[in-house]
């Protein structure tokens, strides 16, 4: 086997872990409005399901993806990540969701940082139990 596909394999499998609905991240899976839409009668038919499903997914990739990607780009610099991580939480007005979405990105990155020895990783999760402990402190 070439360098090439030992490297795609590698990282395909690592891909594969994270997205596991096994991966440590103190998440569910959850169907995104699915049993709601089926309760309330809109989906009953698979081309109501199928047009719920490319619904989802441009949501998800005119949202989620596009703050995904910047945050990979941007994964060196600290500060931008804290300008992108305001940013995004600005967008979640579900207090729900915000609260949800900032408990699993700390068990992502504390997983991911143990798991797959990335720097960068690492980083962030060393810049978060510093932060962590400082609001702690100034909360007492």
Do not use: W
């Not at 499903?53 to 990540?81: F, H, R, W």
């Amino acid at each position: 086997m070439d360098k090439n596909n030992v490297e795609y394999t590698s990282s395909l499998l690592a891909l594969l872990q994270i997205v596991d609905s096994g991966f440590p991240t103190g998440g569910f899976s959850h169907s995104l409005g699915y049993e709601s839409a089926v309760k309330h009668g809109h989906i009953r038919s698979k081309k109501q399901l199928t047009e719920f499903v490319i619904t989802v997914l441009e949501n998800i990739g005119s949202s989620s993806l596009p703050l995904l990607c910047e945050a990979y780009k941007q994964s060196g610099d600290m500060s931008k990540i804290i300008a992108l991580d305001e940013y995004t939480e600005a967008c979640l007005s579900n207090h729900i969701a915000n609260r949800s979405s900032v408990q699993q990105g700390k068990s992502l990155i504390a997983s991911s940082s143990e798991t797959f020895k990335d720097k960068r990783m690492l980083n962030i999760k060393v810049f978060l139990l510093d932060f962590t402990f400082l609001n702690f402190i100034l909360f007492f």
